[in-house]
């Protein structure tokens, strides 16, 4: 929508990425838990369905705050992937009468992976290290179990130590996945 400045389907990404970006994930887990079953309360009261709200799992809210809060940074590491390709690019493959879709798969999108892959594999850490923010909610995640461990034998130091570790360590796995990944695109690409 911004990359072809759609009129006004790019101001609502716009905004979109502008307020998701702007605010804490957190906020929007509480807007997700708080406000979600309010909206389907409303729709339910003018649309006279039956369905019980109070029956939806905390984890589904986080879900979908975790979902549009991620759909606004990848929305923004795409288009930065792909407005870094080289503007020869595209000309070379309208030049030779592919059509966009041609372009996009075969040009385009595979020079903007390799560019947006250590972005991407950022927001992949990130997500696993925001999990924590879902025990706001009453979801109990690595952290809460922590909590709730650490409260049952008093030894807070060293449980919280370990969720450390754990998070530290699924981190690290991450990042030589995505480092192989860069490589092995790379590879194929015959850049390396």
């Known amino acids: 929508m911004r990359i072809y400045k759609v009129p006004v389907l790019r101001h609502i990404v716009g905004f979109y990425t502008s307020f998701i970006r702007g605010t804490p994930l957190l906020?929007?887990?509480?807007?997700?838990?708080?406000?979600?079953?309010?909206?389907?309360?409303?729709?339910?009261?003018s649309y006279g369905w039956r369905f019980d709200i109070s029956g939806i799992p905390a984890i589904y809210y986080v879900y979908v705050a975790y979902s549009i809060n991620t759909g606004a940074y990848l929305t923004e590491t795409i288009r930065g992937a792909i407005e870094a390709v080289d503007i020869g690019q595209?000309?070379?493959?309208?030049?030779?009468?592919?059509?966009?879709?041609?372009?996009?798969?075969?040009i385009i999108l595979p020079q903007a992976f390799l560019v947006a892959l250590p972005n991407l594999g950022n927001t992949i850490i990130s997500l696993i290290k925001d999990t924590s923010l879902a025990f706001s909610v009453t979801v109990i995640e690595l952290i809460a179990q922590a909590k709730l461990t650490a409260a049952r034998n008093l030894r807070f130091f060293e449980v919280y130590i370990a969720a450390a570790a754990i998070y530290w360590l699924t981190c690290i796995v991450l990042e030589h996945i995505v480092r192989l990944a860069e490589r092995y695109a790379k590879r194929k690409r015959g850049l390396a």
């Open 90 to 106: 595209f000309e070379a493959a309208q030049s030779i009468g592919m059509t966009s879709q041609q372009m996009y798969l075969r």
């Open 27 to 45: 906020v929007q887990i509480y807007l997700a838990y708080y406000g979600l079953p309010l909206m389907l309360k409303a729709l339910e009261a």
